[in-house]
């Protein structure tokens, strides 16, 4: 960009970075501009990096921080809504909205959320029944009966969703380095190790992975935690078992 266009961009265009929660299942409607979502939501932005005297967007939440909200929704909604796909793929679920109709695999959603939430509220010393209470909505989010949303949608792209920075092995690390014990929060990470959705190709590739190299070498690579880590070997235990449980199902 040139000259006076270059002013301009400088002076009207900002990039802050934001954190946007709002879950959006796939549709199909007549008009192709209808879509369908939920009435939460939530969009925070880092006021930091936006231009002085900008004109303030109704609904947003405009943040000093915004680290903190983003490990809130990604350690709290993300992560459950993807232990609820990945447990949910492997139970033969179709939709979110049955997994939260099954009381253990509820549970199993729960108790992940209850050992992101211990991490972050010892992490940013939060109140822990303000942040129970935040669960519960997320939990009722995912139990919508009014939106369909399909596991493998909330499933899709596993390598993604299992790499170092994201929804699973982040907390999970981070969760380990204060001395928490996270056993399902691995459990998570082995359904995830166990998608093998033939329409993905992420999860064509880490099954061909896994297949090719071991799983050892899958967690190591892959999703970065080396041989030595504890919680290494936790995910390669959890995941023996899930298989084995639900080979039967194959
Ligand atoms: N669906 C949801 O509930 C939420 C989605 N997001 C984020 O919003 C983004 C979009 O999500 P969805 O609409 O659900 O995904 P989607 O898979 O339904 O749509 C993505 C679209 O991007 C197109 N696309 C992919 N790569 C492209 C490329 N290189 N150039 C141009 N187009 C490309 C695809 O063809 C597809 O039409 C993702 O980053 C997702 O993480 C965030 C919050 C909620
Ligand atoms: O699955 P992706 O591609 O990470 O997209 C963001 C996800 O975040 C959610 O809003 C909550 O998990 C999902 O609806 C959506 O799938």
């Not at 209850?114 to 822990?128: I, P």
């Not at 029944?129 to 919508?144: A, C, E, G, S, V």
């Not at 996270?182 to 190709?201: G, R, V």
Request: aromatic share 8%; proline share 3%.
């Amino acid at each position: 960009m040139a000259g006076e266009w270059r002013e301009k961009a400088d002076y009207y265009i900002a990039f802050p970075d934001a954190a946007v929660d709002r879950i959006v299942p796939i549709q199909e409607h007549e008009d192709v501009l209808k879509v369908t979502v939920e009435p939460y939501f939530e969009w925070v932005i880092d006021r930091s990096a936006m231009i002085e005297g900008h004109r303030q967007i109704d609904g947003v939440k405009y943040v000093d921080a915004l680290e903190p909200y983003i490990e809130r929704k990604l350690f709290t909604v993300n992560t459950g809504h993807c232990t609820a796909a990945y447990h949910g793929y492997l139970e033969g679920c179709d939709t979110i909205q049955d997994v939260m109709k099954d009381s253990r695999l509820k549970a199993e959603v729960l108790n992940v959320l209850l050992e992101t939430g211990s991490l972050l509220t010892s992490k940013y010393h939060w109140d822990e029944k303000k942040h129970r209470k935040y669960i519960n909505k997320m939990l009722l989010r995912f139990t919508n009966s009014r939106l369909s949303d399909d596991v493998v949608r909330v499933g899709r792209s596993p390598l993604r969703k299992l790499s170092l920075n994201d929804r699973l092995v982040r907390p999970a690390l981070q969760a380990h380095r204060l001395g928490m014990n996270i056993p399902h929060l691995t459990s998570a990470i082995a359904a995830a190790l166990l998608f093998d959705y033939d329409k993905d190709e992420e999860a064509v590739f880490l099954q061909n992975a896994i297949r090719k190299t071991g799983i050892h070498e899958v967690i190591t690579d892959h999703m970065g935690i080396p041989h030595k880590h504890a919680i290494h070997q936790q995910i390669v235990d959890s995941y023996a078992a899930l298989k084995e449980s639900y080979a039967a199902l194959k």
